[in-house]
């Protein structure tokens, strides 16, 4: 019985050594049309792993809803959730195609496309309509006759009346404010 070239021979052998052994051992078997299938399939996991190696966690790379690699005109098509993001993109097509063939990737160009209206990815609706969560009203506390006097005599010497209304009604709710959080903190 033969023994394939990645068995042990008396020495240790690297997980890759053994790989590298079966990709080869795969593709002298294969036909030249399957050969030239599965180089291409190959390139297509470069290609995205150069694009997640660029853009995935970024500002930019939340908004792609799909990526998919032509290999007959080695260009990668990108679609993004907004066409605001699509003008994005075309403008930074140059810098993120540098950045992938620095990654290992060549492609010969960058395709961006809006994704069709009504398609929304599970990830994209939840970024898009993030859950609210109720608020508790603000503690409040109406002020007595003599603590609305303090504030409009502290604010009267302001000679501009807007200017002076706005901080009197700011200086009221800030103390409305206080008042009421003092009040729920006492028993």
């Given amino acids: 019985m033969r023994r394939a070239n990645y068995e ?112 929304t990815p599970p990830a994209a609706k939840e970024r898009l309509c993030p859950a609210t969560t109720e608020r508790p009203p603000a503690p409040h506390a109406d002020l007595s006759e003599a603590e609305c006097t303090e504030i409009e005599r502290r604010v009267a010497p302001i000679e501009d009346q807007k200017l002076r209304e706005a901080l009197e009604n700011a200086m009221r709710a800030s103390a409305e404010w206080a008042k009421g959080v003092q009040s729920k903190k006492e028993p």
């Fill in 8 to 119: 042990r021979e008396s020495e240790t052998v690297a997980f890759s050594g053994f790989l590298n052994a079966e990709r080869q051992r795969i593709l002298a078997a294969a036909t030249p049309k399957r050969r030239a299938q599965m180089e291409a399939a190959e390139e297509s996991r470069t290609v995205y792993r150069a694009w997640n190696a660029v853009c995935s966690g970024t500002r930019e790379g939340r908004h792609v809803t799909g990526l998919r690699y032509l290999p007959e005109s080695n260009e990668l098509l990108v679609y993004l959730d907004s066409p605001s993001w699509t003008q994005e993109m075309t403008l930074l097509r140059e810098i993120i195609r540098a950045r992938m063939e620095r990654a290992g990737a060549h492609v010969d160009g960058l395709v961006f496309k809006t994704t069709a209206p009504g398609h």
